[in-house]
């Protein structure tokens, strides 16, 4: 247990649908960031956010964005989604984000496009 | 950039025999070095990491790794392998200095075969 919940679990949706997926972070953490786990791979940085802020994103495009809330919570926004972006989203919580502090994640939600 | 290369995709193993996963990175800074584990339909947990110091690191469940920078790898090994130990298991490295994420190698399924 984690301290990290993350919603939906599953979720089914159609190409160029919209989806929004949730995360609360351990408590009294600030930094979270996400990750996608395409089936077969190891995850890969989407983005962070530092106390509301984004402040490090990987090579994915702007459909993915993000949002960090005053309590740390978190949304991942997926527009126009494709059929390759079926895969498990995982959030992950840390305190302050700095290089070697333990990040948390939680079990992720995993999305199926069709 | 870094990048992480897990040599072996499968390693069954018998009960109580010992194990090493093979994980190789590569980075043209100095890193902190992870092992995470993912049961099946869960999230990551974090078995142990490499920050300074003593290049063996012990973590949770009997696991434990080694720091050789000259060859620039950081393998797992536990001695005795039980049936719970059945799982994917991750290497990831991260900058260590700021802010940075997590790159992660495709990963390793270790089977324990009874």
């Known amino acids: 247990e984690t301290g990290v919940t993350q919603s939906p679990t599953h979720l089914i949706k159609t190409r160029g649908q919209q989806v929004t997926l949730r995360c609360s972070s351990q408590?009294?953490?600030?930094?979270v960031s996400w990750y996608q786990q395409a089936l077969g791979q190891g995850p890969q940085f989407i983005f962070q956010?530092?106390?509301?802020?984004?402040?490090g994103r990987g090579n994915f495009p702007p459909r993915f964005s993000g949002l960090q809330f005053p309590n740390y919570s978190s949304e991942l926004n997926v527009n126009a989604l494709e059929l390759d972006d079926s895969a498990l989203y995982l959030c992950a919580s840390s305190l302050d984000g700095t290089g070697g502090n333990t990040i948390y994640f939680g079990e992720g939600s995993w999305l199926t496009v069709v | 950039a870094q990048s992480v290369t897990q040599l072996d995709s499968q390693v069954p193993v018998f009960e109580e025999a010992p194990v090493e996963l093979r994980c190789n990175y590569s980075s043209s800074v100095s890193v902190y070095l992870f092992w995470y584990v993912q049961y099946p339909n869960q999230g990551l947990q974090l078995l142990l990491k490499?920050?300074?110091?003593?290049?063996l690191v012990k973590g949770i469940n009997g696991f434990e790794a080694e720091f050789n920078k000259s060859q620039t790898s950081f393998h797992l090994r536990k001695p005795s392998v039980h049936i719970s130990d059945t799982a994917e298991y991750f290497c990831?490295?991260?900058?260590?200095?700021?802010?940075?994420?997590?790159?992660f190698g495709k990963g390793t399924r270790l089977s324990v075969i009874a």
């Open positions: 490499y920050l300074s110091g003593s290049t």
């Open positions: 408590s009294g953490h600030n930094t």
């Open positions: 956010y530092y106390r509301e802020e984004e402040n």
């Open positions: 990831a490295v991260s900058e260590n200095s700021g802010n940075t994420p997590l790159v």
